[in-house]
């Protein structure tokens, strides 16, 4: 079974307006973080948000929000006031703390900003 | 430190040649990590070092796959007998453990070795 999954191949959204971006994530790991990249076509990896198993609170980067539903295992990326640099590949990943802290990503999500 | 350095940036081989790619970590990083990420694909996991030991291997490391960290520093990872299968994206990942909420961990990616195997 996949331990992340992105359902969205690509997304489209104008500029200026907000978007969910879908990760879900499977566990057994009582203790676990959750990350989003975005990689643009240049290839480097770009970390934007985290969120720990045991934190209470959604987290908020910035434009960047993670809306953390842990009963229904998801880790949504919303994105407000879309800007034409926002568009690239954006990655989900988990790391298992029980683990020796390895990343596994999901196969992303292309995000295309349109003027 | 400017962040994680990988070196070359792009390299094309022929098939059956072997090929080394670099990665220097952030000095003060002491865990050091390879991933490989084919086109529309996210990153795979290969494998893990702290300081200078090979803590984890992925299956995907077959036994044509290599990887050194000599005294905890830089990393390598060489590939024997190339094929067209391991044409993709290396990517080379830091981060030390750090306190926080929740013991987040930093990772620092670099910006990756490009292989073409043709």
């Avoid at chain 1, 191949?9 to 104008?14: A, L, N």
């Avoid at chain 1, 500029?15 to 290839?43: H, I, M, N, R």
């Avoid at chain 1, 434009?63 to 407000?80: D, E, G, H």
Wanted: net charge neutral; charged share 20%; proline share 4%.
């Amino acid at each position: 079974a996949q331990k992340i999954t992105q359902t969205q191949p690509g997304m489209f959204v104008q500029e200026k307006e907000a978007v969910t971006l879908d990760c879900t994530y499977d566990t057994s790991d009582p203790s676990y973080g959750l990350f989003w990249y975005k990689q643009p076509s240049s290839g480097e990896m770009i970390f934007l948000i985290y969120q720990g198993s045991y934190d209470q609170q959604n987290a908020t980067e910035g434009r960047y929000s993670l809306n953390f539903q842990k009963a229904r295992k998801s880790a949504n990326l919303v994105i407000s006031a879309s800007q034409l640099g926002d568009s690239a590949m954006y990655f989900c990943a988990m790391r298992e703390n029980s683990g020796y802290s390895t990343l596994t990503f999901g196969k992303g999500t292309m995000l295309l900003v349109s003027p | 430190d400017t962040g994680v350095s990988q070196d070359p940036r792009h390299k094309i081989t022929k098939r059956g040649q072997n090929v080394t790619f670099r990665c220097d970590p952030i000095s003060e990083h002491n865990r050091l990590y390879w991933y490989r990420q084919t086109l529309g694909q996210g990153p795979e996991f290969l494998t893990y070092f702290q300081n200078e030991a090979q803590l984890e291997k992925s299956r995907l490391l077959s036994d044509r796959f290599s990887a050194e960290r000599p005294k905890g520093s830089f990393s390598t990872l060489e590939i024997q007998r190339t094929e067209q299968g391991d044409s993709a994206m290396y990517l080379c990942a830091s981060s030390f453990p750090r306190t926080g909420s929740g013991g987040s961990y930093g990772y620092t990616f670099g910006s990756g070795t490009r292989l073409t195997v043709v």
